[in-house]
C-alpha cells in the first residue's frame, strides 16, 4: 500500500471519528452559544507584528561548516481566546518570513486551535495543532512512533496534530470517556536517512464505575495504528485492554491495581512480528499538604518485550512555585537494569521566573534498539525594573541507543526593553552543538536584533 492509500485511509477513519465527535459537540454546543453571547462572553485578541536582522553561523549545520549568512526577518503573531463559564475557544496563529541572499521564504508557520464546551454531566473538546520548522530546532523532538530524534541538518519537518475527545456522567456513579488523536509527520530538506514521512490513528475508550465512596473499577481499550514511508514499509498496530481497581484506604491514601494485556504487531516488507502479554501497574499514593507522595510498580509490553519499572515520587506546592520528582529503577527488555527519574522545579519571585527540569527515560525505537535518554533544561526570566529584563533557556540531550550516542547542547540568551507602550526591541544569541555518531560534531550559531509591536483588544 502506498503511503498516499494509507493517508487516504486514515484520513477516512479520522472523518468518521470528527464525524461522531461532531455531531454530539453539535447538538450539545448550540443549544447553549445564544444565551452565552446574551450573558456578555469575556473574549480578546492579541496581534504582534515586527521586524529585525539576523546573522546565522553555520546555517546548514554542516560539520566544519563556516558558511555564514545574513537576513532581514518580519513575524506576526496572532491569539483570540474566547471563555464562558461553560465554554472556551483559543485560536493562535503565526508565522516568520526571512529575505536572505539565499532564499525568501515563510520560517516556522504554526496554527493551534481548541475548543471546550461543558454541560450537566458531560464535557467535549477538541484541539487541532500545525506547526513547521527545523528539525534541529527543538532540544528534545519525541517522533509519532515515541523515539527520540536528535538531528542536525536543514532539514524541516512540519507536524499536524487532531484531538477529539467526548466526556460523558462526570461525578455519577458510571461515567465513561471517548477520546481519538490523529498524528502526522512530514520531514523535508536533506534530513537524515533514518527520519521518514509518518501517520498515527489512535482510540480510547474508559468507563468508570463508582461501586461505593471509597472503590471504584475502570475499564480501558485502546488500539493505535502507526505506517512509516519508509522502504520497507513498516506498520505497527498496538492493542491495551485493561480493569483497574481504585481503593481509597483512608482519607489521605489511595490505592490502584490495574491488570490487563497489550499486543504489540509490527509488519514490513521483511519482517513479521508479534509481542504481547501482562500489562499491570501498583500504586499507592498518599496526599498531604500541598501534594502527595507515590509508590508505582508497572510492568508493560513494548515490541522486543515485556520490561518493569519500580519507582517512588513526590510533590509539593511551594509559596511561589512548585517541586515535583521521581526516582527508580527499570528491568529493560533485554534484561539490563536502568536508574530513570525526573525532577521538575519551578519558581516565581516578583522580579524573577526560574524553572529546572531534569528527565531520564527509557524507550525502544522502530529499529529495536533500547534507548536511554538524558535531559536537563533551564530557564531563568530576569526582570531588571519594570521596562527591561533578560531571558535565558539553556538545555542538553543525550541519547544513547545500540548504535548511537548522540549529544546536543542549545543556549539562547535575549535582552528585552520597552521602548514605549506595546512597542519593545529585542537583542539576543543562539548557540546550538551537536555530537552525532554518524555526522561529528556539528557547531552553528545565530545573532538577532528584533523590533516588535502588540496590540490588544478586551
Known sequence: MTLYAKRAAILAKVAVYA???GITAFNSA???????????VPSGSRLSIGTGLRWDYNPEQVPDGEVTRTGLISFADYSYSWETPSTALVFKAGADYVLGAQSNDFDAPYLDVSFIHEMARTRVSSAFRYDKGDISSSTYSEASDGSIDIASGSGGVAQSRMKLGFEGGIDAPLSYELSGEWRQTDFSGAVSASHFDNDTLRGEARATAQLSPMTSVVFDVMHEDFSKNDDLNTERTTDLARVSVVQRL???TVARLGVGERRTALS???????ASGLAATVSLRREHSGGD?????TRDINKIGAWQTLSIGRSNALSNGAVEWSLGVTDTSRGNVEVIGDLTYRQNLKRDNFALGLTRRYGVNDDGDEEMVNRANLTLDHAFDDVSGVNVRLSATTLTALNTNDAEYDARIAYRRDIIEGVSVEAGVRFQV???AVYGLTRSGRVFLTLSRDFSTR
Do not use: K, P, W
Not at 293 to 297: A, P
Open 19 to 21: 464525524a461522531l465527535f
Open 30 to 40: 448550540m443549544a447553549q452559544v445564544q444565551s452565552d453571547l446574551d450573558d456578555g
Open 250 to 252: 483512608d482519607r489521605i
Open 268 to 274: 514490513s516488507e521483511v519482517e513479521n512480528t508479534t
Open 293 to 297: 507522595s507515590q509508590l508505582r510498580y
Open 434 to 436: 551537536f555530537d552525532e
